[in-house]
Every structure is written in structure tokens, then in C-alpha cells.
């Protein structure tokens, strides 16, 4: 009896919880009560080598325990970026949005929907007499990038890891139709395979950065590219370079208003990227420090 009485007792808090919640809020109420009990029961049973996944909600504030147990940027995402570049992701089709060009500049863009998340965006851009190499560097240099993005207001580093090369970043931006500014906490590690590059960058937990609710945080949050060096349109050399990005991140807009800002937005944006990738290659050829 006393047993049924519980059992009745817990279903009614329940269905309470339910009419006043609704059913997202009650999943991220149940998650995050529960949350840390289930990655220490998966974690206990699982191979070292999966446990990057999951993180302990109580870091050590020795930095060499925290490296131990941060999550970081793992080979597995780069074979989540090589699935996503040969499309055998699983993904649906992408469907066209864009395809305007230069005389410098080819630029395409892809979208399709995701049934458990944000769109997704794919983008090809072929840059005219530009080395992959300085692509490369041009993408990493977050210095830099706040000469010619004034979408970023704040950036810091917040951490290098030497062992794999990741970098944990701390950024917020402001997008021109989206209001208020949005946070994030990145972790990016580049890959190199010859002269062909790869670059994972996601969202991560990281100890020391709690939520707040000013600015929100995006997550999450995925921006990953593949640069390698291509042949001119206007001849046979391989004189341009291509970066391939596959992007999305939850901004907590509604889905609608993000793609009409996006097709908006964004040929706006990747002129204003070459016209600082241009001012790069200029900084860098008179040995003008980035910074």
C-alpha cells in the first residue's frame, strides 16, 4: 500500500509539473537534476578512450586534472566533419540558397532542415589568387578578425591545449537583425593532411564559464571548414583556394526569422570576409603584424 501510495503520490507531482512547465522545460528540469547521475553510471562502463564525452559537474580547480577532463575537440569530430563533406552524414539533401560570384570571388550557399536541431548551412567559396595556407591563417587569427568583423565585440582565449593544438575561445557577438548579442564557448582544432586543411569548431562546456541569462549563449553551436588549394577559373593553376563550411547554431530565435536574416545577410558578409582576407594577405606580405 504504501508503496502504491508513493507510486500515485509521484505521478500526480508529475502531471503538475507537466501543466506547468510544459514538456521542454520539464526535460531540462529533469536533465539537469539527473544529468550528472547518468554520465557517472555511462562514463563508469565505457573505455577510457570514450569518456571525453562526458565532463564531471565538479572540475578540479588543478589545471592538470581540468586537462584531463576536458571534453575538447576529438578525432572523431574530424570524422564527423569528413562525413558531413562526403555527404554520408545521413543528413537529408541540401538544397540550394545562393550562387552569386565576383571576379575574385565564386561563393554557394546549401540549407536544409534538421529534424533534431537548427538548419544547417553548407558553403563553397573559391578565393582568386590566395594561397591556402594564408586561408588558413586568415581563419585562425581572431585578432585580426575584429578589424574587419564588427560582428565581434569580445573575444579571449580562454585556454591551449599543446598536446592536440585546441583552443578554447570565448567570444560574443552581435548579428545587424537579430537584437541582442549572443555568447559563445568554442573549441577549434585544425587538422592538416598535405596542403589540404580541416578545422572543427563547437560548442563545449568549460569550467569557469557558467550561462547567464544576458548575453544568451548559443548552443548549440558548429562551424567547421576544409581548405585546400583549387584550380582558376580563369586558367589551369591551382592559383585559388576553397574553403568548404558546414555551420549551425541555435541563437534561441525562431527558425523562420534566422533564415530570412541569413538570406539576407549573407552576401553581405562573405564580401566583407574577402575584403578582409585581402587586407591579410597585404598585412602579411609587408610583414605587418596582425595584431
Given at each position: 500500500?504504501e ?14 509539473l507537466?501543466?506547468h ?5 520539464l526535460m ?13 553510471i ?32 576529438t ?5 564527423m ?13 541540401w538544397?540550394l540558397?545562393?550562387?552569386?560570384s ?20 553548407r ?14 591563417d586568415f581563419f ?17 582565449k ?37 596542403s ?20 544568451k ?5 558548429y ?9 582558376s ?54 610583414r605587418?603584424?596582425?595584431?
Open positions: 500500500m508503496i502504491e501510495a508513493a507510486g500515485t503520490a509521484l505521478a500526480f507531482m508529475g502531471l503538475i507537466f501543466w512547465c510544459g514538456p521542454r522545460r531540462s528540469l529533469l536533465y539537469s537534476m539527473f544529468s550528472w547521475r547518468i554520465n557517472l555511462w562514463t563508469a562502463g565505457m573505455p577510457h578512450r570514450y569518456k571525453w564525452r562526458y565532463v564531471s559537474k565538479q572540475q578540479s580547480d588543478d589545471s592538470s586534472e581540468t586537462e584531463k577532463e576536458h571534453v575538447g575537440v578525432e572523431e569530430d574530424l570524422k566533419l569528413l562525413a558531413y563533406i562526403n555527404e554520408k552524414d545521413g543528413g537529408s539533401p538544397n540558397m545562393m550562387d552569386n565576383t571576379s575574385t570571388l565564386s561563393f554557394r550557399v546549401w540549407r536544409r532542415d534538421s529534424e533534431f536541431g537548427p538548419t544547417q548551412y558553403s563553397l567559396a573559391i578565393f582568386e589568387n590566395m594561397e591556402p595556407e594564408l586561408l588558413r585562425w587569427d581572431d585578432d585580426f578578425r575584429t578589424k574587419w568583423d564588427d560582428m565581434l565585440v569580445y573575444f579571449r580562454l585556454r591551449e591545449y599543446s598536446d592536440t593544438g585546441t583552443v578554447i575561445l570565448h567570444w560574443i557577438r552581435k548579428f545587424p537583425v537579430f537584437g541582442s548579442p549572443r555568447e559563445y564557448i568554442i573549441g577549434r582544432r585544425l587538422w592538416v593532411s598535405g589540404t586543411y580541416y578545422c572543427v569548431s563547437k560548442s563545449l562546456p568549460f569550467p569557469g564559464t557558467p550561462r547567464s541569462q544576458r548575453p549563449r548559443a548552443n548549440p553551436y562551424s567547421s571548414w576544409r581548405i585546400r588549394a583549387v584550380e577559373r580563369n586558367g589551369g593553376q591551382s592559383t585559388a583556394s576553397e574553403v568548404l563550411v558546414f555551420h549551425f547554431e541555435d541563437m534561441g530565435i525562431q527558425n523562420m526569422l534566422v533564415k530570412i536574416g541569413i538570406q539576407r545577410e549573407m552576401w553581405k558578409l562573405i564580401n566583407k570576409l574577402e575584403q578582409g582576407l585581402r587586407s591579410y594577405k597585404i598585412s602579411r606580405l609587408n605587418v603584424p596582425s595584431s
